[in-house]
């Protein structure tokens, strides 16, 4: 039998034996005592077996970890880096389609007061077609890239912690809010899409990137 067998039946066998141990008298306190002893003595046996090969697995992970961190960290940061570029030309995206679609509006809308005004009904017909092709008309879109969306939430960030606890201890609603639980005053920020004024608090909304493979 070698020593890691000799330990499993040691092991196996001290539930059993404590169980069947009785403790009403000094003599069996005294055995028992003993057998704590002997317990103590087969956790070291445990020990001295098994710690240097959980030292070594921990050792041989952690080094794991370490390097495939040197790797990772600067496919991370370049994430990072060309997420945020392409947030921001959406965003610019975004408004440019936004300015050309109240432009056009505007124009439509000149049209239409124009004909409104006029008297010859077959030239104020005219304008309104005229204004009707303009709405109707292919309105421009943004550039989409395969696999790449964007999505937006909503976050609170305390700009004025004072002002901030005087309102929420006077707001039933907002006492979650006193430890400063971002995670709280953020869910709140998604779910009134910024739209409540806290004092002490700035809400704003962040872009968030996702690419499937």
């Not at 046996?45 to 794991?64: G, R």
């Not at 975004?94 to 300015?99: F, G, L, Q, S, V």
Request: charged share 30%; glycine share 4%; net charge neutral.
């Amino acid at each position: 039998m070698n020593d890691l067998q000799s330990l499993e039946k040691q092991t196996a066998d001290v539930v059993v034996n404590a169980n069947q141990l009785t403790v009403t008298n000094a003599l069996q306190f005294v055995n028992a005592n003993e057998y704590l002893k002997a317990i103590k003595g087969i956790r070291k046996e445990v020990d001295n077996s098994f710690d240097p090969i959980i030292k070594k697995a921990h050792d041989t992970h952690k080094e794991a970890v370490a390097q495939k961190k040197n790797h990772t960290n600067p496919l991370d940061e370049a994430e990072t880096i060309i997420k945020g570029k392409c947030i921001i030309y959406e965003e610019l995206e975004k408004k440019r389609i936004e300015t050309e679609r109240l432009e056009v509006e505007k124009k439509a809308q000149a049209l239409l007061a124009k004909a409104d005004k006029m008297k010859n009904e077959g030239k104020a017909d005219l304008l309104r077609a005229e204004a009707s092709v303009i709405q109707s008309a292919p309105t421009t879109e943004a550039t989409k890239a395969p696999g790449a969306s964007f999505s937006t939430k909503w976050e609170g960030v305390v700009e004025n912690s004072t002002d901030f606890l005087e309102y929420s201890l006077k707001t039933h609603s907002l006492r979650n809010f006193i430890e400063f639980d971002q995670s709280e005053i953020n869910k709140f920020a998604n779910s009134t899409k910024g739209q409540m004024k806290i004092p002490g608090i700035r809400f704003f909304e962040k872009t968030t990137m996702n690419v499937r493979s």
